[in-house]
Structure formats: C-alpha cells, structure tokens
C-alpha cells in the first residue's frame, strides 16, 4: 500500500511538471504516514490517559489475595488488565477470566517497547503439595520436555500456533519452601521468529485453594531488567488470612492433581492461554508492544490511504477538467523515468 501512495505521488508530480504553467500549485498534501503516526500517537496517549494506577496495598478481586505494590511499580486493575490483554493485545476473552490484574515498572505502561508487565490469575486447582520439590532434577525435566516438543508441535500446529523450542533454562526453578514461592524462566525460539529469542519468567505463589501465577512474557534482552526486580515482585503478593497454604484443612479442602514439578513442566498450562496466545504473536516477529496493534495498524493505514486518494483524485480532476495538458503529455509521462510511474496497473500486487 505505502508502495502504491508512494508512485502515485511520483505520477502525480510528473503530471504537474508537463501541465500548462498557468495551473495554480496545490496545497502539499501531508503525508499519509505522518497522518497515521499523528493519529497513532493520539490514540496512545488517550488510552493511557484513561488509566488509573495503583500503589500500596490493595486486596484483588475474590478477596484471597492481598498485592502490596512498592515505588517502582503500578499495579492496573483486573478490568483495564482485560482490556489490556483482548483489545490492546489481541488475546480472546475467554483467556482473561482469570486476570486479577496486571504489575508494570513505574516508567512502563502496556505500549512501552523493550519493558515487561506481570499478568496476574489466580488458578482454583486446589492445594499443591510440594514433597517433591527437593527431589526434581530440573536438567533432566528440561530433556523431557524438549523431547516432548514433536508431540506439542503437532498439537500447536493444529491450533494454528507456530512450532516452539525450549532452548533451556533462563533461570532455573527455584522453590522457597519457607514462602511458598515458585518461580522460573525459559528461553523459546519459534519456527516463525524473527530477531532474539523469546524470554518466559513464571512466579507461582501457593495457597490454601490453589496457586497463584505471575507470568511475564518478553524479548530474552528484557532478562536483566527482569532479574533486577524479580526480589521484589516475588514478595508483593500473599494469600490473606484464611486463604494461605498453612491454612489447609485435609478434611474440608481439594488437593491439587498438580505437583511442584508438574507446575514447572508447564502442565497447568497446557490449554491455549495466554502464554499459547502472546508467544503466537511474539513468534510472528511482533514487539511486545505491537501484540494488539496488529487490527489497530490496518485501520489507520486503509483510512488514511483513503484519505490521501480523495484528496489526489481532487487535484487531478482540478488540473485536467480547467487545464487540459498539452497532447503529447501521455508521451512524456511515459517516456519519464522508470521509478517515476507504476510498473503496471495493479502496483498493489508488488508491495
């Protein structure tokens, strides 16, 4: 399309170079790429705009957990976080039920580029024993599941997901028995990704009715920035009186069918979620940022493609109904250089 406005502003400045001098110049026509970036920058302040963050204590929705957000961070609400995922992000409805809300770094928000935000979801899986967290060989976990990945490729592929790799471990699990806090991260390549490989930091948080996730996806660059606030996101979120792991009732509560190592191998998420969702996005070549903007871009750029055509269409007809060109400009127009007009009559085909 850019290819198309492009040569018809070459065609349309050659056509005014072999008018009749007579002919008034038009007003410039400002650039339709200037106009999308202009309304584009509109759109994003606005949106931003609308936000209202939060700090501090604040109890989440279902009344089992408690977030404590300290000065570097902000913490977005669990409707703006849906809003986030579906409409910003491009992640079906169905897969933000679960969304309790969302952590950003104080300087980020849900279009910054080269950061990470911390999904929050509660999952009601029921109480996790964790006897087996001492006696996992995370290396060898890592061969199975990276021998495991034809079989998930197949599936993904199904799914209309690009084939993913498990390269290894970003960082590898580590359970704090004392608190109960789980957390790891992978480093992914997808058959379809362009630039750095993908980075996946997970924190679980065990409780007395199930677990809840914190899960960042981001470029693998984004590693450092992660790890330097990885001590105090791990810290931010307790289960509330009642509702912790030390509160479990054998006699009255679920146990989970999950185990540490079951959460670690990626079981709990075996379900098209949202780490299927934004990895498919990711995989495409997308920046962090660009995850929602892929229908928001199209629009802009049909709307204002159809602008700037009105407003060429406008001109050409001023210039050949009340100065007609002179009977050999057809001639000259072709004989004009090569990049100066369209190849053929359809230069869309060759964008």
């Known amino acids: 399309m850019f290819k198309y406005l492009y040569l018809s502003g070459l065609l349309l400045a050659t056509l005014g170079l072999y008018a009749t001098p007579a002919v008034p110049k038009a007003a410039p026509i400002e650039d339709s790429t200037e106009l999308y970036q202009k309304e584009l920058d509109n759109y994003v302040d606005s949106v931003n705009k609308s936000f209202k963050y939060e700090k501090g204590t604040i109890l989440l929705p279902g009344g089992k957990v408690e977030i404590n957000v300290p ?16 409409t910003l992000w491009g992640n ?12 950003f770094p104080e300087n980020s928000d849900p279009f910054a580029d080269s950061s990470y935000a911390f999904i929050i979801e509660f999952e009601d899986i029921g109480y996790v024993k964790d006897d087996d967290a001492e006696k996992i060989d995370y290396n060898e976990m890592m061969k199975g599941m990276q021998e495991g990945e034809k079989e998930t490729n197949e599936e993904r592929a199904k799914q209309g997901y690009a084939g993913i790799h498990l390269i290894g471990w970003a960082q590898q699990p580590f359970y704090d ?6 957390h790891w991260a992978k480093e992914i390549r997808f058959d379809d990704q362009e630039g750095g490989h993908t980075l996946n930091y997970e924190i679980r948080i065990l409780g007395r009715h199930g677990v809840l996730s914190l899960n960042a996806v981001c470029k693998m660059s984004e590693l450092p920035v ?19 792991y030390f509160d479990f ?42 995850i929602g903007f892929v229908a928001l871009i199209g629009f802009f750029r049909r709307m204002f493609s159809r602008k700037k055509e009105e407003k060429e269409s406008v001109i050409f007809n001023t210039v050949t109904d009340d100065h007609t060109a002179p009977d050999d400009a057809g001639e000259q127009v072709a004989d ?8 053929d009559n359809n230069p869309e085909d060759k964008s």
Do not use: C, R
């Open 92 to 103: 079906p409805p169905e897969n933000a039920n679960n969304t309790l809300g969302m952590i």
């Open 71 to 86: 000065a570097g961070f902000k913490f977005l609400n669990k409707e703006k976080s849906q809003y986030v995922l579906t």
């Open 336 to 343: 004009a250089p090569a990049d100066a007009t369209p190849a």
């Open 177 to 182: 028995k004392k608190n109960k806090v789980l």
């Open 249 to 290: 009732d054998p006699k009255v509560d679920n146990v989970a069918a999950w185990s540490i190592g079951g959460l670690v191998a990626g079981k709990l998420l075996a379900k098209v979620g949202f780490f299927a969702i934004l990895l498919k996005y990711l995989a495409a070549g997308w920046k962090f940022i660009a």
């Open 226 to 244: 992660v790890k330097a606030d990885i001590s105090k996101v791990l810290h931010m979120a307790t289960f509330t009186q009642g509702n912790t």
